[in-house]
Structure formats: structure tokens, C-alpha cells
């Protein structure tokens, strides 16, 4: 009896031994190919996005080297000029100029100047050099400024400085900048004398290049047909004439 056992067993474990090396060799199925399906290996690495260029304003700077040499003295000369625009009259104290007979046109005194300026029409060219004709026309230019039989007249009367702007130096921030057009916020300092301060502590405070608030002006050049010239000009000392 025992032996019937034994050759039993031995024979269950035989069929079972079969039964698991037939599983380890049976080999499976590939799978189906698909267009869609991706190894990692052939997964094209990620790009990175080209930065896109950024219109935001740069910091403010103390110089203007973003701007080119032509830009530079053409604004140069608007900032020499317009002491003569925002005080017509001043014009009779540039050198070479002198002041003539006082006419009135349109219930409004104005002063002939003689010398290098005299002629009209030469001195709004010499403007046309430095500003757009759309910028004289803010600036009101033909009413500050009117021809008598070719000669220049210049409004008497103007708005003076400001006497709370400070003495430290402009700042500039570069706003946009292309072939057609630049624009640039110039940013004037203000100072006030403070309660309780004396004279002279204000007037060395002043002096040290102090200030207590700013106020921002928009300049704007355009390059045309002649060069780049200032199509909006504003001015810290005159804020509250142009």
C-alpha cells in the first residue's frame, strides 16, 4: 500500500513540474503596433519657449545713452529752446537779439525782435530743425510767436519756472524705442521747504541734491523725413505750461 502511494505522489509531482516549465516557455504575443503610441526613446525633447521680447519699461537711468547722437541734440535743442517758448519775450535777451517796438495783434501785446532771430519765417524753420509740426502746434507756437510784414513778434507775458524744482539731475526711462519712433519718460525732482525748516537748511538740502517727490513727463521722437525730431515735448522746469 505504501508503495501505491508513492508512485502516486510521484506522479502528481511530475504533472505539476510539466505544468510550470510549459508556462515559462510559452511565449506571448507581441502587441499591436500603433502610430500614437510613443517609447520613451522616441519622445522629442521639450522645448523651451523663445522669450518673447517684453514692451515693459526699463529702469529709470541718469543718462541718455539709449538714445542715438542725432536723437541726443535734437532734444538738446528743444531743452535750450524753450525757455523762448514758454516766455516769448526772453527771446529778446538771446545773444545776437535785441528788442524792437511793442505791436498788439488780436488784443494781445507782443514784442518785435531784431537781430539774428528777426525774420519769421527763418526762425519757425530753425524750430521745424528741432520739433515736428505737430509738435509746435502743442506747443502753441503760432500763438506765442506771430509774423509782422516778415518779422518775428514774440508774446509778452509768460509762465515763469518752477520754483520747487529740485537741483539734483533729471532721470530718463526708456519706454518703447524703434525705426519710426522713440519714447522716453523724462522724470523731473521737486523739492518743498518743510515746516519749520529755516532757509537755510532748505537752500542746503537743495543744494546737496535733495527732492521729495517726482513728477513724469512723456517725450516722444519721430523720425521723418528730414531726421528724428520731438513730436510731444513737455518740461520739468515749465510743468505747468507745457
Request: negative net charge; proline residues 5%.
Amino acid at each position: 500500500m505504501k508503495k501505491f502511494l508513492f508512485v502516486v505522489c510521484a506522479a502528481v509531482l511530475a504533472a505539476a513540474a510539466f505544468f510550470l516549465y510549459s508556462l515559462a516557455t510559452v511565449e506571448l504575443p507581441e502587441p499591436a503596433s500603433n502610430s500614437s503610441t510613443q517609447t520613451y526613446s522616441d519622445v522629442e525633447p521639450i522645448q523651451s519657449r523663445p522669450e518673447s521680447s517684453s514692451s515693459a519699461p526699463s529702469e529709470p537711468v541718469s543718462d541718455l545713452s539709449f538714445l542715438s547722437e542725432e536723437q541726443r541734440n535734437v532734444f538738446a535743442g528743444a531743452q535750450e529752446t524753450v525757455p523762448y517758448l514758454a516766455d516769448p519775450s526772453n527771446l529778446m535777451s538771446r545773444e545776437g537779439n535785441a528788442a524792437g517796438e511793442e505791436v498788439q495783434l488780436d488784443g494781445q501785446n507782443y514784442l518785435l525782435i531784431t537781430g539774428q532771430d528777426e525774420n519769421y519765417e527763418d526762425f519757425r524753420a530753425r524750430m521745424l530743425g528741432i520739433f515736428t509740426e505737430n509738435c509746435l502746434n502743442q506747443l502753441d507756437f503760432d500763438l506765442r510767436y506771430r509774423s509782422v510784414e516778415g518779422k518775428l513778434a514774440a508774446l509778452v507775458g509768460g509762465m515763469g519756472g518752477a520754483i520747487n524744482y529740485a537741483e539734483c539731475p533729471d532721470t530718463y526711462r526708456l519706454e518703447s524705442s524703434g525705426d519710426d519712433e522713440l519714447t522716453f519718460t523724462l522724470i523731473g525732482h521737486y523739492i518743498e521747504q518743510r515746516a519749520g525748516e529755516t532757509d537755510t537748511e532748505f537752500l542746503t538740502r537743495r543744494a546737496n541734491g535733495e527732492f521729495d517727490s517726482t513728477q513724469e513727463f512723456t517725450i516722444r521722437l519721430a523720425n521723418t523725413e528730414n531726421g528724428w525730431r520731438i513730436d510731444e515735448f513737455h518740461s520739468p522746469l515749465y510743468p505747468y505750461t507745457f
